[in-house]
């Protein structure tokens, strides 16, 4: 893909590993359920602050194989941020200057209108240009010239321009997400967008396939493949399909976590006994023990400045989710309410942890402030699993059951906005998004 820019200036456990496998169990039990593929956006609550923004059909969208002006509204609608103007029928394009006293009349703050033109190879030349309709200001705008299969990736970068011009943080959208499908006898491991489209298969065995981590490059995958008949990690290559084994002790080797620095792995290993947490280099060797635990310590996750390792352990008597130094010493507890936590998740940022709750029997996606605990239970469903924050900390995706089928989800951190998002036919599980795309 080529792009220039045509400006960007105005004018110009216990528990804890029964469970896993309780959970594994009732992934390989669970019938096939269709491709979920229609793109729904749920609202709940009121007093929500969302920017009005207009999405004009982009000119030649009708004959371009993907739609580009939907693909950057459902992009904004889903990230909780923005609210859709109608513009049916406007006939702008990124040469155009618009009205910008009827757009105001339309309550739109901001319009976004462009084109896409095939060319004569076969690529298509995309264009757009962002307004401030209040101010009646040009807040710039791109140009890409790409092939058929890189449309969708091009709409996703025009809302993620957008999403910063208007918030001034750096939006998510052309980012990838990891996730699991059981379809018939086969598992299969899927790099798709974020939106959950453009699924391409990573790898597909007649094994189980668990707890795929992005790399912080967003290049490679780690991964719990049971196709040896016992849990071994290994990291994949994204882009050659090259893979490496990194954990195959005796016992257990599970549950692997990247440093944010790439250069080391945490895993989950029975290989001294219980379950217990380590250190190993991100190309294999020897792995260093964290602590000593008389209880069932898994799932470990790195906090973002690579300094702590939030785990859970029910070495309390009950599966809860702790912190320690990530080279080890005295482990802190982190969660006080509930006796079931599980699924840690810590955003980017740092300010915040996702985790699964066992409420009255339920499986709920919970989201804490870690600078004062204050805990919220964000979903109303009851089978939540896997949590994984997006690189601006904004959303959480998770897997759950809705209306009786499998789904993938994507929440703002206060439940307020949800999206379903497409996927693959089977079971889908262990959704894992991946770090900001290099530009």
Do not use: C
């Not at 702790?322 to 969660?335: H, Q």
């Not at 942890?353 to 499986?363: C, D, Q």
């Not at 601006?392 to 897997?399: E, F, T, W």
């Amino acid at each position: 893909m080529t792009t220039d820019r045509i400006s960007q200036h105005p004018s110009s456990a216990a528990p804890l590993l029964p469970l896993r496998r309780q959970l594994l169990a009732a992934l390989i039990a669970s019938p096939s359920i269709p491709a979920l593929a229609q793109f729904r956006v749920e609202v709940t609550g009121v007093g929500l602050t969302q920017l009005p923004i207009a999405i004009a059909p982009f000119r030649g969208d009708a004959q371009s194989p993907q739609k580009m002006a939907a693909i950057v509204q459902a992009d904004l609608e889903r990230s909780g941020q923005f609210r859709a103007i109608d513009a049916t029928g406007a006939a702008l394009d990124e040469t155009a200057r618009p009205d910008v006293a009827l757009w105001r009349q339309k309550s739109a703050d901001s319009l976004a209108t462009g084109s896409v033109t095939r060319l004569a190879d076969g690529r298509f030349d995309v264009r757009f240009r962002l307004w401030d309709v209040v101010k009646g200001q040009d807040l710039g705008g791109q140009s890409f010239v790409v092939t058929q299969g890189d449309l969708r990736l091009v709409a996703h970068r025009i809302a993620d321009f957008i999403y910063e011009k208007l918030t001034g943080e750096r939006g998510i959208f052309s980012t990838r997400i990891a996730y699991v499908t059981k379809t018939g006898p086969r598992y299969s491991l899927w790099v798709a967008d974020a939106d959950g489209e453009n699924a391409q298969s990573a790898l597909s065995s007649p094994e189980p396939i668990i707890s795929p981590a992005w790399s912080p490059n967003g290049g490679q995958l780690a991964y719990v493949s049971f196709e040896s008949r016992k849990p071994v990690v290994y990291v994949h290559d994204v882009a050659t399909g090259r893979r490496r084994l990194i954990a195959n002790f005796r016992g257990s080797n599970s549950a692997p976590a990247w440093a944010p620095d790439g250069r080391t792995l945490a895993v989950t290993l029975s290989r001294d006994g219980g379950s217990q947490l380590y250190t190993i280099d991100a190309n294999g060797g020897e792995p260093r023990r964290l602590m000593q635990s008389a209880g069932i310590d898994t799932e470990p996750v790195f906090s973002g400045d690579g300094r702590s390792i939030f785990f859970v352990s029910d070495r309390g008597g009950a599966p809860q989710i702790y912190k320690v130094g990530a080279s080890g010493g005295n482990a802190e507890r982190v969660t006080f309410t509930g006796t079931y936590n599980i699924s840690p998740s810590v955003s980017p940022d740092g300010r915040w942890l996702a985790y699964i709750s066992r409420v009255g029997g339920a499986f709920k996606l919970h989201v804490m402030d870690l600078s004062t605990g204050t805990t919220n239970a964000v979903t109303d469903t009851t089978t939540d699993e896997n949590p994984s924050f997006a690189p601006n900390s904004r959303l959480i995706v998770y897997a759950t059951q809705q209306q009786g089928r499998e789904a993938l989800m994507t929440t703002t951190l206060d439940g307020k906005i949800k999206a379903r998002l497409a996927g693959q036919a089977g079971d889908i599980r262990e959704p894992d998004w991946g770090p900001f795309q290099k530009q």
